[in-house]
C-alpha cells in the first residue's frame, strides 16, 4: 500500500483499511459525477 498512501491522504487509507473501500468508491464517483456534469453543461 506504498504507492496508495503517497497519493492519497492518510484518512482516506485507514478507512480503506478498516473495510469501508465502497464507501470512499462511492463518493469519488459521485465526485466524478458532478464533475462530469459540470463540463457537459459549459460545452
Do not use: Q
Request: charged share 25%; proline share 2%; hydrophobic share 35%.
Amino acid at each position: 500500500m506504498g504507492i496508495v498512501e503517497s497519493v492519497y491522504p492518510k484518512e482516506v487509507v485507514v478507512t480503506t483499511r478498516t473495510g469501508r473501500l465502497h464507501e470512499i468508491t462511492e463518493c469519488i464517483a459521485e465526485i466524478c459525477k458532478v464533475l462530469l456534469g459540470t463540463t457537459t453543461k459549459r460545452m
